[in-house]
């Protein structure tokens, strides 16, 4: 896949942007995720930014139980930065790591320093990620009453020599269990997230994974492919022998066995890797990145994008603390994207999406390379917009390529 390579510059100790990123920013969606770094076991095949609590101690901003103090204490710099502008917050995300590692009540006054500080839309969408073994009943209707609507089961697998693989701890039994409390506590959206292609794992596998997610009755799926990240003890594992590389063909035949069993459950693709019941069962805030929109990124290594500028934080959640209660932003480096830059992201994540990509987008030459995309089969015209098939959506970042300037 074509990348954006950027020269990363300092971010100001108080964080501040340029003037130009905040023109206009009223006009704009604005969302807010929230990284919450700790892990009870790391997983092998992860490379996100996670901690097991026992490595961190009890330094400030880095333990569980501080950590929601060094949250509202960033989200009150974002207040600051983003100035006195009127931005109600129109998505708000909890992910990880695992965010239910942090008590309700330490979850819930994060989310009430975001309405505090910027206010939270009417129809507001607050999502935050959990593993099926990090909730209790007594835990999820804590979260309703708390503001949030939405919840994202890291499901992964229900074949338990899958999840062994990948170092997952929880029983696949307590999925169906956490999905039934969490509709018991008023929660009207609930996703599932899945993942193909692990070593070892049969195509009997995944059709079992398949269709013991449906029999919970979700409104989402998230199917992803498993990729061997570098530095991952996955990794290490496939570097000596101990397990094979993820086949491609496989993937494919895996990816189209989900999308022939999520169609027929009535599921629709939105997304390359992301199905919905309905339209409102689609994840909006992933929408929010998907189409260039602004969002602040709390937490240690937590990435953000604010009118073409995009920053991220520093990594180690002890460094992240540190900073912030010395009254410095927790931002390491940032880049300002040109038009160019802006252009070819727009290309590459529009185009994964059900509506697809206005052709108007692309500059003459990729609007000449059109006709190859589509006798070869990989997208379709739907008036104006270029939409992937279902081969297309196997081959998406092909075609990335074929119509995108050398």
Same mark, same amino acid.
């Not at 020599?161 to 307590?174: E, F, G, Q």
């Given at each position: 896949?074509?990348?954006?390579?950027?020269?990363?510059?300092?971010?100001?100790?108080?964080?501040?942007? +340029?003037?130009?990123?905040?023109?206009?920013?009223?006009?704009?969606?604005?969302?807010?995720?929230?990284?919450?770094?700790? $892990?009870?076991?790391?997983?092998?095949? $992860?490379?996100?930014?996670?901690?097991?609590?026992?490595?961190?101690?009890?330094?400030? =901003?880095?333990?569980?139980?501080?950590?929601? %103090?060094?949250?509202?204490?960033? @989200?009150? *710099? /974002?207040?600051?930065?983003?100035?006195?502008? %009127?931005?109600?917050?129109?998505?708000?995300?909890?992910? =990880?790591?695992?965010?239910?590692?942090?008590?309700?009540?330490?979850?819930?006054?994060?989310?009430?320093?975001?309405?505090?500080?910027? =206010? @939270?839309?009417? %129809?507001?969408?607050?999502?935050?990620?959990?593993?099926?073994?990090?909730?209790?009943?007594?835990? @999820?209707?804590?979260?309703?009453?708390?503001?949030?609507?939405?919840?994202?089961?890291?499901?992964?697998?229900?074949?338990?020599?899958?999840?062994?693989?990948?170092?997952?701890?929880?029983? +696949?039994? &307590?999925? +169906?269990?956490?999905?039934?409390?969490? &509709?018991?506590?008023?929660?009207?959206?609930?996703?599932?997230?899945?993942?193909?292609?692990? !070593?070892?794992?049969?195509?009997?596998?995944?059709?079992?994974?398949?269709?013991?997610?449906?029999?919970?009755? !979700?409104?989402?799926?998230?199917?992803?492919?498993l990729i061997v990240e570098q530095g991952t003890a996955l990794a290490r594992?496939?570097?000596?022998? #101990? *397990?094979?590389?993820?086949?491609?063909?496989?993937?494919?035949?895996?990816?189209?066995?989900?999308?022939?069993? *999520?169609?027929?459950?009535?599921?629709?693709?939105?997304?390359?890797?992301?199905? /919905?019941?309905?339209?409102?069962?689609? $994840?909006?805030?992933?929408?929010?990145?998907?189409?260039?929109?602004?969002?602040?990124?709390?937490?240690?290594?937590?990435?953000?994008?604010?009118?073409?500028?995009?920053?991220?934080?520093?990594?180690?959640? /002890?460094?992240?603390?540190?900073?912030?209660?010395?009254?410095?932003?927790?931002g390491q480096g940032r880049e300002v994207l040109t038009a160019e830059d802006?252009?070819? #992201?727009?290309?590459?994540?529009?185009?994964?999406?059900?509506?697809?990509?206005?052709?108007?987008?692309?500059?003459?030459?990729?609007?000449?390379?059109?006709?190859?995309?589509?006798?070869?089969?990989?997208?379709?015209?739907?008036?104006?917009?270029?939409?992937?098939?279902? #081969?297309?959506?196997?081959?998406?970042?092909?075609?990335?390529? #074929? *119509?995108?300037?050398?």
């Amino acid at each position: 896949m074509p990348s954006v390579q950027l020269s990363a510059e300092p971010v100001p100790a108080d964080g501040a942007l +340029p003037e130009a990123a905040l023109l206009g920013a009223a006009d704009r969606p604005f969302g807010l995720y929230v990284h919450v770094p700790f $892990c009870r076991v790391r997983c092998g095949y $992860c490379d996100f930014n996670t901690y097991t609590a026992t490595e961190l101690g009890d330094v400030t =901003g880095a333990s569980v139980s501080s950590y929601a %103090d060094a949250a509202i204490a960033e @989200l009150r *710099l /974002a207040r600051r930065v983003l100035g006195s502008v %009127d931005r109600p917050v129109s998505t708000v995300f909890f992910g =990880g790591g695992t965010p239910t590692l942090l008590p309700p009540g330490d979850l819930g006054r994060i989310l009430a320093a975001v309405r505090s500080e910027f =206010g @939270l839309a009417d %129809d507001a969408e607050v999502t935050t990620e959990a593993n099926p073994d990090s909730v209790s009943a007594a835990d @999820l209707a804590l979260l309703r009453e708390s503001g949030f609507t939405r919840l994202s089961f890291g499901m992964q697998s229900a074949v338990p020599a899958v999840l062994a693989t990948l170092d997952r701890t929880h029983d +696949p039994l &307590r999925v +169906p269990l956490a999905v039934q409390w969490a &509709r018991a506590a008023g929660f009207e959206e609930l996703s599932l997230d899945l993942i193909y292609g692990t !070593p070892g794992e049969s195509m009997a596998d995944w059709a079992t994974s398949l269709e013991a997610a449906l029999a919970s009755d !979700p409104d989402h799926v998230s199917a992803y492919s498993l990729i061997v990240e570098q530095g991952t003890a996955l990794a290490r594992r496939v570097r000596r022998g #101990e *397990l094979p590389m993820p086949d491609d063909d496989d993937l494919a035949d895996k990816y189209l066995l989900a999308d022939e069993r *999520l169609s027929a459950a009535g599921f629709d693709w939105y997304e390359v890797s992301n199905w /919905a019941r309905r339209e409102r069962s689609r $994840c909006r805030h992933n929408r929010l990145y998907w189409t260039g929109g602004d969002w602040w990124g709390v937490g240690p290594g937590a990435h953000s994008h604010v009118g073409g500028v995009r920053w991220w934080n520093v990594k180690h959640p /002890a460094a992240y603390g540190q900073r912030l209660a010395q009254g410095s932003s927790p931002g390491q480096g940032r880049e300002v994207l040109t038009a160019e830059d802006r252009h070819t #992201e727009r290309v590459l994540l529009e185009l994964r999406l059900r509506e697809g990509l206005d052709r108007a987008v692309l500059d003459p030459a990729g609007r000449a390379r059109i006709p190859t995309v589509l006798d070869r089969g990989l997208a379709v015209l739907e008036g104006e917009r270029l939409v992937l098939t279902r #081969e297309g959506r196997l081959l998406a970042d092909g075609v990335v390529r #074929e *119509l995108l300037p050398d």
